[in-house]
């Protein structure tokens, strides 16, 4: 089975300034799909980033940046010229990238919530 | 709002009570899910629809849970006989289906928070 790692439970970061979030993960497959969720507080999840493990080159949207680490199974979020609504959880999840049904469920670890001081 | 819809946003009941839960999807998704994230923890998989085939549960939905499509759109969740340790944010996500084994973005509602007492 899948699982994902999140060992940072809190981070902090200056306005302006960058923060990485890590996360690993463990599976035998060979294609699947690694995201990045933003959660604001009482508000509902967002696809921050998304990273497909057949690709080499590391996605980027905007000031978000993935770290793509394969062989490791490592991968990490860079925040750039962080943003007061940049502050949330952050979850990151696993999803098998096969045909069959029980593939399309995400495999989330427990998160790290971000804060961004002023 | 074209969004995944979810109601109650919030539900408050006793301990053996029975309660249930809606989803409305985005229109056009076919694929519906349910997790569930107690607090300090991410999101665990319940069960999947596609159309209204319930094709996957999870082993955290004992027999007390029970989730519904009837009809392809909206989905239902209901917990009978409600323990405390149900208490948790239920969310509900809902997706296109493409090509098999595509990629097509799970877009999640905002959730409905229940607290057993």
């Known amino acids: 089975a899948q699982t994902v790692t999140q060992s940072q439970p809190e981070m902090s970061v200056q306005e302006a300034e960058t923060v990485t979030l890590s996360c690993t993960y463990d599976t035998s497959e060979s294609d699947y799909y690694l995201f990045w969720y933003k959660q604001p507080p009482s508000r509902q999840m967002i696809l921050v980033i998304r990273?497909?493990?057949?690709?080499?080159q590391n996605a980027t949207e905007n000031r978000f940046s993935v770290n793509f680490q394969k062989a490791a199974k490592s991968f990490s979020l860079k925040i750039s010229d962080s943003q007061l609504g940049d502050a949330a959880m952050y979850f990151c999840a696993y999803r098998s990238a096969g045909g069959s049904p029980g593939t399309y469920k995400y495999i989330f670890g427990t998160g790290t919530r971000l804060k961004v001081l002023a | 709002d074209t969004g995944v819809s979810q109601n109650p946003r919030h539900k408050i009941t006793k301990r053996g009570q029975n309660v249930t839960f809606r989803c409305d999807p985005i229109?056009?998704?076919?694929?519906l899910y349910w997790y569930r994230q107690t607090l300090g923890q991410g999101p665990e998989f319940l069960t999947y629809f596609q159309n209204e085939a319930q094709l996957e549960k999870s082993r955290l939905l004992s027999d007390r849970f029970s989730a519904e499509r009837p009809k392809g759109s909206f989905s239902t969740l209901e917990i009978q006989r409600t323990e405390q340790g149900d208490s948790a944010m239920y969310l509900c996500?809902?997706?296109?289906?493409?090509?098999?084994?595509?990629?097509?973005?799970?877009?999640f509602g905002p959730g409905t928070r229940l607290t057993v007492l």
């Open positions: 996500a809902s997706s296109l289906a493409g090509l098999a084994g595509g990629y097509n973005e799970q877009f």
């Open positions: 229109s056009e998704h076919n694929r």
């Open positions: 990273q497909e493990a057949y690709k080499q």
